[in-house]
Structure formats: structure tokens, C-alpha cells
Nanobody
Framework: QVQLVESGGGLVQAGGSLRLSCAASGSIFSSDAMGWYRQAPGKERELVASIASFVTTYTDSVKGRFTISRNNAANAVYLQMNSLKPEDTAVYYC?????????????WGQGTQVTISS
């Protein structure tokens, strides 16, 4: 079983920065995807960024502003968010997707609120 604990959300002004952290327990391989999703009020949850085997993926709206990184030894994933915009306001969720011969499972953190004021 994998448990995820997030931290780092908050309220900042537009143009500011935040760094989200997520610590995971359990057996996680570097090939397992770790990532961040977000959900704004009235919208569906969307993938923000993910990293697996050192390959990163970003949604177009955050490219050049957000950077995802991970510490495999610590089972941790981070999201550095710069040049924040009001439209980045959402609850951000840490995700780990574990793929084994027995199947694939998604694990989620509790979510952390990010609010950007204009």
C-alpha cells in the first residue's frame, strides 16, 4: 500500500512562486510515474506534470513555468511553480501510478490548495 503526504500549497500573488512536495511510503520504482494533477472549481481533474524514468511531461499551460523533479531515494516528488497565474488556482493532488505484473494502481494524496491572487 502506498500513502502520499503533500505539503507546500498556499496563497500567493500573481507572478509569485510556490514549491509543492509529496512524500510517498511503500515500494516505488523509478519507472513508476509520479506526478501532479489539479482540479479547479467546476472543472475536471487534469494532469499538470509527471515524471517516470527521468522523462518528464507537462501540460501546455505550465510549460516553461513549472518544473517537476523527484528524489527516488526518498520516494518524493516536487513541483516548482514559478510565474504563477490566477488560472493556476486549484487543488493540487500528488499521484503515483504503480505498474506491476499484477496490474496498475493509482494512489492519490489528500490534495493541497493553491490560490493565486491577481
Amino acid at each position: 500500500q502506498v500513502q502520499l503526504v503533500e505539503s507546500g500549497g498556499g496563497l500567493v500573488q500573481a507572478g509569485g512562486s510556490l514549491r509543492l512536495s509529496c512524500a510517498a511510503s511503500g515500494s516505488i520504482f523509478s519507472s513508476d510515474a509520479m506526478g501532479w494533477y489539479r482540479q479547479a472549481p467546476g472543472k475536471e481533474r487534469e494532469l499538470v506534470a509527471s515524471i517516470a524514468s527521468f522523462v518528464t511531461t507537462y501540460t501546455d499551460s505550465v510549460k516553461g513555468r513549472f518544473t517537476i523533479s523527484r528524489n527516488n531515494a526518498a520516494n518524493a516528488v516536487y513541483l516548482q511553480m514559478n510565474s504563477l497565474k490566477p488560472e493556476d488556482t486549484a487543488v493540487y493532488y500528488c499521484n503515483v501510478r504503480i505498474s506491476r505484473w499484477s496490474g496498475t494502481n493509482d494512489y492519490w494524496g489528500q490534495g493541497t490548495q493553491v490560490t493565486i491572487s491577481s
